[in-house]
């Protein structure tokens, strides 16, 4: 069966509408992409489509430290992703680029702080 | 009165930026200025990804774009004042400044880089009919609650705008747990870049309501719920097309206005279209010596485009410390057809910076593909295909020194022709 996808790629914000074909699982084709970065991206968003969670921990002071995932992780984890890290607390000192939590949802990707706390 | 030598109003991405590259282009004498009580301004409540992408070549967070500018601010040993408020601003480059720790304090600056940013606009400004109950907040105030002080102001959400911040609110309710029913936009377009329609709404399945706004809010003490209506193309709401949407919370994401208070102070000029001040090739308004670069002079979708913009002011001023000569002859720069507004409003072709000029403009309305027209007074300069033009994504074009130097020119116009419609001469 073939399917015909449009991926809006949002690599960067010219938004370049892609046409992607897919035939039994696999891509048969990638049209009207503007540079590389835009078909790596079709290509991932038809068959492992990831996203960098962004959120934030509780700090064991009050308040809370804003942190990412280091590289995407599968978009159908995030909302496990935001589970498994809703009582997470972080004691500070903590700095830009510190990770604050291994392996989220077992994607064997880390979490990093994004901010400082003192 | 302590004497410096330049003061730069404001510790968002563009203070940053403008202080950092002035200090890089010689200047010995700064003094940055900000009323929070850390640097970094708006960005430290923006703690999602995708900014730094021109200026890094990486994707960042707004909290480690900040940070990477505050390091080097740091490592610069420029000095900073927190805490601090500026509450007057004199055409003679006076300052009058305001702190709980030492009062009031005058400052006499040789050069000034406004660097004040923009605000949002509240319901006010927008005249939404209903009682004043709790539950109605600007998309920023929203997003400073969950991402800095870690409350969450409400369980079902309705979002009146598409403005980049209600979008990215959107996303960030609906992971926190909340349901997030719609975003409802008046224009026939969405106001916020489309990496974030695609990222903040379809991903998780938000209905977008374009030609649609919020008619009436309900509830005394919290909101309840709102009514929706489309609207016609005079933007007036269809009654026969309204629904009642149960909610607890109403987000305004509705624009920004630049903060001017100070440039109107100061008599600076001020552009009706941008609200915000008239600035020449190197971001100087049209008081000499003061400069004014980021959200205060134009509302930015990019922070990228904040930084580079702000660093020709840093630069700028630089130049003018250096040397004081006056500038030689101006000419304007006129939005044409499909251009809302174009920055800079003034340029002098002989001393532009780095041999090349930057502009920055809107279109009046979205095109899938056009063409712009460069053109002075005396001839057509260039010309230039654009794809999928949107209000609410900038355009940015550079114009090398010799295409504007060597001619007598008096004035530059931009503007734009759909495809099709142009006869497309080169
Ligand atoms: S394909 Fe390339 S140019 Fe087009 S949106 Fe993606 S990254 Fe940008």
């Known amino acids: ?118 | 009165m302590i004497n410096k030598e330049l003061v730069v109003i404001g510790g968002g991405p563009a203070g940053l930026a403008a202080a950092i590259e002035a200090k890089k282009h010689g200047v010995k004498d700064i003094l940055l200025v900000e009323r929070d009580s850390g640097l970094g301004g708006i960005l430290q409540q923006c703690i999602h990804n995708g900014f730094g992408l021109h200026v890094f070549k990486e994707e960042l967070t707004g909290p480690e774009y900040a940070d990477r500018f505050i390091k080097e601010l740091e490592d610069m040993g420029i000095e900073v004042l927190l805490d601090t408020m500026v509450i007057e601003l004199t055409k003679d480059k006076r300052i009058i400044a305001v702190s709980h720790k030492k009062g009031l304090m005058q400052i006499q600056a040789e050069a000034v880089i406004l660097t004040m940013g923009c605000r949002e606009r509240t319901r006010g400004a927008i005249n939404i009919p209903g009682f004043r109950p709790a539950g109605i907040f600007t998309a920023g105030t929203a997003q400073r609650f969950v991402n800095i002080e870690g409350y969450m102001p409400g369980k079902e959400i309705v979002i009146l705008g598409s403005g980049d911040i209600g979008l990215i609110m959107a996303r960030r309710f609906t992971l926190e747990g909340a349901k997030v029913k719609c975003v409802a936009e008046i224009m026939p377009y969405s106001n916020g870049l489309t990496r974030n329609v695609v990222q903040c709404l379809e991903d998780y399945d938000i209905p977008l309501l374009l030609s649609h706004t919020v008619v009436n809010i309900d509830g005394r003490d919290r909101v309840e719920g709102v009514t929706i209506a489309q609207v016609d193309e005079d933007f007036k709401p269809i009654s026969s097309t309204e629904k009642y949407v149960t909610c607890d919370t109403l987000l305004l994401s509705v624009g920004l206005i630049p903060e001017n208070e100070l440039s109107k102070m100061a008599d600076i000029k001020m552009d009706d279209i941008t609200a915000g001040p008239v600035v020449n090739h190197r971001m100087e308004t049209t008081v000499p010596g003061i400069f004014a670069c980021g959200n205060v002079v134009h509302v930015h979708d990019l922070v990228d485009f904040v930084t580079m913009e702000s660093q020709l002011a840093g630069r700028g001023a630089a130049n003018y410390l250096k040397n004081r000569m006056p500038l030689g002859k101006h000419i304007s720069i006129l939005p044409g057809e499909g251009i809302r507004y174009a920055v800079p409003q003034l340029i002098d072709p002989q001393n532009i910076i780095n041999e090349k000029q930057n502009f920055f403009m809107r279109s009046t309305k979205p095109m899938e593909k056009a063409r712009l027209f460069i053109e002075s007074d005396k001839d057509l300069i260039r010309t230039k295909v654009i794809q999928h033009i949107k209000p609410s994504e900038m355009i940015n074009i550079e114009l090398k020194k010799e295409e504007l130097a060597d001619k007598d020119i008096n004035s530059l116009r931009f503007f734009l022709q759909e495809e099709g419609v142009a006869d497309g001469n080169q």
């Open chain 1, 1 to 118: 069966m073939e399917i015909n996808k449009t991926v809006t790629c949002i690599v960067c914000p010219k938004g370049c509408r892609i046409d992607v074909k897919v035939k039994n699982g696999e891509i048969v084709s990638i049209q009207n992409y503007d540079c590389k970065r835009g078909l790596e991206y079709a290509k991932n968003e038809v068959l492992d489509p990831r996203r960098i969670l962004t959120t934030t921990l509780k700090l064991s002071g009050g308040r809370v430290l804003p942190v990412r995932t280091k590289d995407p992780i599968p978009k159908k984890l995030l909302k496990k992703a935001m589970l498994e890290l809703k009582d997470v607390v972080i004691t500070p000192p903590v700095k830009v680029g510190d990770i604050v939590a291994k392996n989220v949802v077992g994607t064997g990707i880390d979490l990093i702080s994004t901010g400082n706390a003192k």
